[in-house]
């Protein structure tokens, strides 16, 4: 079974209105991390915002937040204010366990920014 | 503060040849992982280190892909031989040790694009 399953292989948005990016997760560890990187058309993995599995809020990052609800097991990435530099490849991931454990990637989400 | 360094960015080489990315982590990182990435596998864990020994290199292909780090400051991935299969793109992520409140963020260098031929 994937442990990280984004469902949507591609998402348009217009410019300046908000868009959520599902991402849902499967892990039996109490102790987790869940972690967005966007990946522009450079290829760098660029880190944009983190939750952990004990955090009780929701973790904001200027215009990303993460809408994280732990009985569903999705991590959700909201984008306000969309811009068309948001434009990117969008990867969910997940760190098991309480130590420093290599990250499991979802397959991603292609977002376009539409002008 | 320098990030994780890659090199080389871009390499084409021909099936049966070796090999050699190379990886600088940020300074005082200790944590040192290896990823690929492919459109068919997304991206995979390769193998990672923490204090220059590996700890789990149970992602890596098979014998062809061989993993080091020397030293605190440089790893390399080599390939020999090469296989057009092995074509991708190569990221060296590296992160720091737990220290109170830390959530591990891997700091991920420019990538490799490796083109077998």
């Known amino acids: 079974a994937q442990k990280i399953t984004q469902t949507q292989p591609g998402m348009f948005v217009q410019e300046k209105e908000a868009v959520t990016l599902d991402c849902t997760y499967d892990?039996?560890?109490?102790?987790?991390?869940l972690f967005w990187y966007k990946q522009p058309s450079s290829g760098e993995m660029i880190f944009l915002i983190y939750q952990g599995s004990y955090d009780e809020q929701n973790a904001t990052e200027g215009r990303y937040s993460l809408n994280f609800q732990k009985a569903r097991k999705s991590a959700n990435l909201v984008i306000s204010a969309s811009q068309l530099g948001d434009s990117a490849m969008y990867f969910c991931?997940?760190?098991?366990?309480?130590?420093?454990?290599?990250?499991?990637f979802g397959k991603g989400t292609r977002l376009s920014v539409i002008a | 503060d320098a990030g994780v360094i890659q090199s080389p960015r871009h390499e084409v080489t021909e099936m049966g040849q070796e090999v050699t990315l190379r990886c600088k982590p940020i300074s005082g990182h200790d944590y040192l992982f290896w990823y690929r990435q492919t459109m068919m596998r997304g991206l995979e864990l390769l193998i990672y280190f923490n204090n220059n020994v590996p700890i789990d290199d149970s992602g890596m292909p098979e014998d062809r892909f061989s993993a080091k780090m020397p030293n605190a400051s440089f790893s390399t991935l080599k390939i020999q031989p090469s296989e057009p299969r092995d074509s991708a793109v190569y990221f060296c992520a590296s992160s720091l040790i737990f220290r109170q409140g830390s959530f591990y963020e891997q700091y991920f260098g420019p990538g490799t694009r490796l083109t077998v031929t």
């Open positions: 991931a997940m760190r098991e366990g309480l130590g420093n454990t290599p990250l499991v």
């Open positions: 892990t039996s560890d109490q102790s987790y991390g």
